[in-house]
Nanobody
């Protein structure tokens, strides 16, 4: 059983920064694809970023240049540095892992088998 626990959410004013962290446990594979997703009230879940086992990343256009993902395979942690936040970034943010399906893309959330409980990010104008 894979467990993912997010931390680091909170409230910030527009233009500010937050750093989210995800700690994974329950598996030892280092080949997992991991990603961050978010869901705002009344909106569908959307992918933010994915990172594969080699460290290759893919970002949603809405966050490119503002968000940076990093992974520490030895510690099984996944961080998301979010800068220049806007009210449109307000959402519940989820960490997810794909340990079974080949390929790695935030555009295919159904391929992620494991999800955290989420951490709330609120950006005020």
């Amino acid at each position: 059983q894979v467990q993912l626990v997010e931390a680091g959410g909170g409230s910030v004013q527009a233009g500010g920064s937050l750093r989210l962290s995800c700690t994974a446990s329950g598996y030892t594979k280092r080949s997992a694809c991991m990603g961050w997703f978010r869901q705002a009230p009344g909106k569908e879940r959307e992918g933010v970023v994915s990172i594969d086992s080699d460290g290759a990343t893919s970002y949603a256009d809405s966050v490119k240049g503002r968000f940076t993902v990093s992974k520490d395979a030895a510690k099984n942690t996944l961080d998301l540095q979010m800068n220049s936040l806007t009210p449109e970034d307000t959402a519940m943010y989820y960490c997810a892992a794909n340990t079974e399906v080949g390929g790695c893309s935030f555009e295919r959330p159904r391929e992620f088998q494991w999800w955290g409980q989420g951490t709330q990010v609120t950006v005020s104008s």
